[in-house]
């Protein structure tokens, strides 16, 4: 992790033309810190407390769950550009321990809002009560997804649909990864994904190359 100079009113503007009121513009560029991770660079780890809330600008954040156990993760969903964490929300606003690990996909920029204003500005912004409250309902839309493919489709879907989603994030249709962790993200076996990858390959989906795999459009 690493801070670095962004004009962050620009990036604001650019990338959350929700955030409407130049005030809290302004207050996001006077408390926001912009910090950069590398591909990988793990952001938030399960159990720490939540110091900041990611306004993401560039790259992309994968999302996943620790079970009970604490034994076994479940991948949620990807962030990309102009979107936000909203269990970071709630493990803030509550004060509670995280039960989510947050790792950049790619080479990631965001801004971090420190937790004190989280609050603050939904009483004082109408503009970020509106995100805040938009960027709930589309997070629980996407786990309402993620429950519904656990529940209802096969494997094979519900990998294609990880392929497709992971693809989306990083805005490329190839997608770079071994067969582990895909089974990792999955729950399933590594050999499972892999029997299943090369039936997708087979089905003209995707093509499978050395540690990545290539969307047919």
């Known amino acids: ?108 920029t965001l801004i971090g809002i420190p937790i004190k204003y989280i609050d603050e500005w939904m009483m004082k912004y109408p503009s970020w009560k509106n995100f805040v409250m938009r960027s709930y309902d589309q997070r629980m839309q996407e786990l309402v997804k993620t429950i519904d493919n656990i529940a209802f489709y096969k494997l094979d879907d519900r990998l294609l649909h990880y392929l497709q989603e992971k693809a989306k994030a990083s805005s490329s249709s190839t997608i770079n990864a071994t067969h582990q962790e895909i089974a990792q993200d999955m729950n399933a076996s590594r050999e499972a994904i892999s029997r299943l990858l090369k039936k997708l390959e087979k089905t003209n989906h995707i093509k499978l190359g050395r540690n990545k795999i290539e969307l047919v459009q």
């Open 1 to 108: 992790m690493e801070q670095v100079n962004l004009d962050i009113q620009h990036a604001i503007r650019k990338y959350f033309p929700a955030i409407t009121e130049k005030a809290l513009q302004e207050e996001i560029a006077s408390v926001g810190k912009v910090l950069s991770f590398k591909a990988g660079e793990r952001i938030m780890d399960f159990g720490a407390y939540v110091k900041m809330v990611p306004l993401l600008i560039n790259g992309s954040i994968k999302v996943v769950r620790e079970d009970d156990e604490q034994d076994q993760e479940l991948f949620l969903y990807f962030l990309q550009a102009g979107e936000t964490c909203t269990m970071s929300f709630s493990c803030c606003m509550m004060n509670k321990q995280s039960d989510i690990r947050t790792t950049a996909e790619d080479d990631t």
